[in-house]
C-alpha cells in the first residue's frame, strides 16, 4: 500500500531533550515536507526537501532541523524541544509529475512538551 | 500575514444540499490550488485542484472554482452527504515550488 509512515503517533517530552520523529514513504517520491498543524492557523510548513540532500527552509523552521540523506526518509529533528512545539506534526510527500501535485499526508504526529 | 484566508471557520448544511466552501489568497504569484479533506485523527487527504490556467475543475460531487480576478477559490459539493462531514483546507503553490501555503480549516457538517 502506498503511503507515508510517521512515527511515533504520540510523544510527551521534557523541555530540552532531543527528540527526532521519523518519516518513511514507499512511492519513490522525490518531494518531501514537513507540516504543524495548530488551531486557528492551520498547516504550516517546516522544511521541505525536493531530492536527496536538498532541503529548505519553509515558514516557520525555527527550533527544527531536518535530512534527507535517502529518498524515502525525511526524519525531523527537535534539538532543543520547548512547550511553544506542542503540535500535531504531518510528513508528506508528491511525485511532483502527477496531473494534481497533491501531497500524500501521514497519520501525523502529536508532540506534546512539558 | 496570513496568504491563504478561509474565513468561515465552520458550516453546517443538510444532507443533500450544496455545500459550498470558500477560500481567498492575497499572492498574485499563486497558480496551483488544492482541496483537502481532513477527518480527525487522520493525515489531510487530497480531493481536488485546479491550475491558474482554468476556472473550473470537476470530479464527481467534487467541483472546484478559481476567480483569478478577485483571487477567490470555491469549493461545491453537490449532492452533501453526512461522510463528508470533516475539516477542508485550501492551499496554494507558485509554479513548481511545491512550498504550499494552507489556509486554516473550515470544518464541514453535514446534518442527516
Known amino acids: 500500500e502506498a503511503q507515508v509512515t510517521q512515527n511515533p503517533r504520540y510523544l510527551i517530552t521534557v523541555t530540552g531533550k532531543k527528540l527526532t520523529v521519523t518519516c518513511s514513504q514507499n512511492?519513490?517520491?522525490?518531494?518531501m515536507s514537513w507540516y504543524r498543524q495548530d488551531p486557528g492557523l492551520g498547516l504550516r510548513q517546516i522544511y521541505y526537501s525536493m531530492n536527496v540532500e536538498v532541503t529548505d527552509k519553509g515558514d516557520v523552521p525555527e527550533g527544527y532541523k531536518v535530512s534527507r540523506k535517502e529518498k524515502r526518509n525525511f526524519p525531523l529533528i527537535l534539538e532543543s524541544p520547548s512547550p511553544n512545539q506542542t503540535s500535531l506534526y504531518f510528513c508528506?510527500?508528491?511525485?511532483?509529475?502527477?496531473?494534481?501535485?497533491?501531497?500524500?499526508f501521514g497519520s501525523g504526529t502529536r508532540l506534546t512538551v512539558v | 500575514d496570513q496568504q491563504v484566508k478561509q474565513n468561515s471557520p465552520s458550516l453546517s448544511v443538510q444532507e443533500g444540499r450544496i455545500s459550498i466552501l470558500n477560500c481567498d489568497y492575497t499572492?498574485?504569484?499563486?497558480?496551483?490550488f488544492l482541496w483537502y479533506k481532513k477527518y480527525p485523527a487522520e493525515g489531510p487527504t487530497f480531493l481536488i485542484s485546479?491550475?491558474?490556467?482554468?476556472d473550473k475543475n470537476e470530479d464527481g460531487r467534487f467541483t472546484v472554482f478559481l476567480n483569478k480576478s478577485a483571487k477567490h477559490l470555491s469549493l461545491h459539493i453537490v449532492p452533501s452527504q453526512p461522510g463528508d462531514s470533516a475539516v477542508y483546507f485550501c492551499a496554494a503553490s507558485g509554479s513548481g515550488t511545491y512550498k504550499y501555503i494552507f489556509g486554516t480549516g473550515t470544518r464541514l457538517k453535514v446534518l442527516a
Open positions: 508528506a510527500s508528491t511525485d511532483g509529475t502527477t496531473s494534481n501535485y497533491g501531497y500524500t
Open positions: 512511492m519513490n517520491h522525490e518531494y
Open positions: 499572492n498574485s504569484m499563486f497558480d496551483y
Open positions: 485546479i491550475s491558474s490556467i482554468k
